[in-house]
């Protein structure tokens, strides 16, 4: 019977890998449920990171998730005004 | 003594919390450990029935938080197995009769006189839960390979992780080896990859479950069944001993065509 299934019925891909990405992509969104509060403090530590190495502008700062069918990233446009001297020799 | 005392949740309902609970006990016992189980559904108490025991309730651990009885009086002991015992829940009683604060003091008076207390966490993620877990320092999260399953282990991991727990340990229920043989069920690895939590055992799709349900009598107590032998694997690797995992292909009941295709196969589908 197995082999008949497979043989008609088309794919060859069990119902089982379909599950798995969508168990991926189903966590990877309910992980991503950030609290707005989570964000700031996160956008902060970004900021923080950043100004050690350039100025940036810090009124102008976009972060955000963006979700798709497939995938989640986090987007992020920070605006850079200057990179401070030395801190290419410094790596 | 002074307990471990361990939870056991999952977030969705009817995985297999209380035949966990119920299983990993009776084999705890059978090891030589005193253990108590803890019905921690209050309202839809199911765990005195998965022993055995509903015939020989009288008082509950509400009963002994609101001090109509004795913690020793609300203990049914079993008479099967030396050192295992059952605190019953209030059936008739909602999960606001208790509040953590007070699971957490019922755990203290039982911890010294027990080596392992298992509290079987009702489904959900709100007091129920929240209660049961407050009592534990460790945690059994249950699922079975589905998404739903899964996806609120998932969440509960979160839970239980903010809270504290160490360890939190996995057990995959009701794995059909054929299915994942065929790539129609999620496999181990697969779970195991996005939960990434440690696995503490898999426990196989087995008709022995409800037949020791009807019995009430754990399996682990006496059949011999796939699960049974799961279950008493558990029991042991929470003793900190190295079991390896079971070949359940090899308990797979499957037609001749698949025993050849598997004969043809050789090496490849051993894991
Ligand atoms: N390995 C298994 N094989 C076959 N049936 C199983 C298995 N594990 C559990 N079951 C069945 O699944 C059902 C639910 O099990 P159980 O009551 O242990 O789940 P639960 O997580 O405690 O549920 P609830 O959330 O309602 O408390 C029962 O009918 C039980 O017989
Ligand atoms: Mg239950």
């Given at each position: 019977m197995d082999f ?5 019925g088309?794919?060859t891909?069990g119902s089982g890998?379909?599950?798995k990405?969508?168990l991926?992509?189903v966590?990877i969104?309910d992980?991503?449920d ?13 900021v923080?990171?950043?100004?050690k190495?350039?100025?940036?502008d ?6 955000d998730l ?6 989640v ?6 605006p850079?005004l200057r990179?401070?001297r030395g801190?290419?020799e410094?790596? | 003594?002074?307990a471990r ?6 977030g969705k309902?009817g995985?297999g919390k209380?035949?966990?609970t119920?299983?990993i ?7 030589g450990k005193k253990v ?7 309202g839809?108490?199911?765990?005195d ?7 020989r309730v ?8 609101e001090?109509?009885c004795k ?5 049914v002991?079993?008479k099967?197995v ?15 009769a ?10 203290e008076?039982?911890?010294p006189d ?7 966490c009702?489904?959900g993620?709100e007091g129920g ?5 407050a009592?534990?320092?460790?945690a059994l999260v249950?699922?079975t390979?589905e998404i739903p ?9 979160g839970?239980l992780?903010?809270?504290g727990?160490?360890p ?6 009701r ?5 994942v043989?065929d ?6 690895d697969?779970?195991l990859?996005v ?8 426990v196989p ?7 020791a349900?009807n019995n009430g009598?754990?399996m682990?107590?006496t059949l011999?069944s796939p ?8 029991a042991?690797r929470?003793?900190?001993r ?9 308990y797979a009941t ?7 295709k ?9 894991r």
């Open positions: 008949l299934k497979k043989l008609f088309g794919g891909e890998q379909k599950a990405d969508r991926r992509i966590l969104h992980r991503t950030i609290s707005p509060q989570l964000l700031d403090s996160l956008r902060d530590e970004i923080q990171v950043l100004t190495y350039m100025d940036i810090t009124q102008k700062i976009e972060i963006d979700r798709d069918e497939k995938a990233a986090l987007v992020a446009n920070i850079v990179i401070k801190s290419i410094m790596q | 003594m002074a005392v361990i939870v056991t949740t999952s309902g995985v209380t035949t966990s119920a299983n006990a009776a084999a705890l016992a059978k090891f108590v189980a803890v019905d921690a559904d209050v839809l108490r199911n765990l029935v998965i022993m055995g025991l509903e015939n009288v008082y509950n651990f509400i009963d002994v938080i001090k109509t913690l020793a009086q609300a203990l002991k079993d099967r030396p050192g295992l015992y059952l605190l019953p829940a209030a059936q008739t009683r909602t999960k606001d208790v509040n953590p604060e007070q699971m957490v003091a019922l755990c008076e039982l911890k027990f080596d392992f207390i298992l509290l079987d009702p489904a993620i839960f929240k209660n049961a877990a009592g534990a320092d460790e249950v699922t390979p399953a899964v996806r609120d282990a998932d969440r509960i991991i839970m992780e903010s809270m727990k160490s939190i340990r996995l057990i995959i229920n794995l059909r080896p054929n299915m043989q790539g129609d069920m999620l496999a181990k697969d779970i990859d939960l990434s939590i440690d696995l503490i055992g898999v799709e087995d008709e022995s479950v409800i037949r349900t009598e754990p682990t107590m011999d699960a049974a032998h799961a279950y008493l694997n558990i042991e929470l003793l900190g190295d079991v390896p995992l079971m070949d359940l292909e090899s499957r037609g001749l065509v698949s025993k050849i598997k004969f043809f196969s050789g090496k490849r589908n051993k």
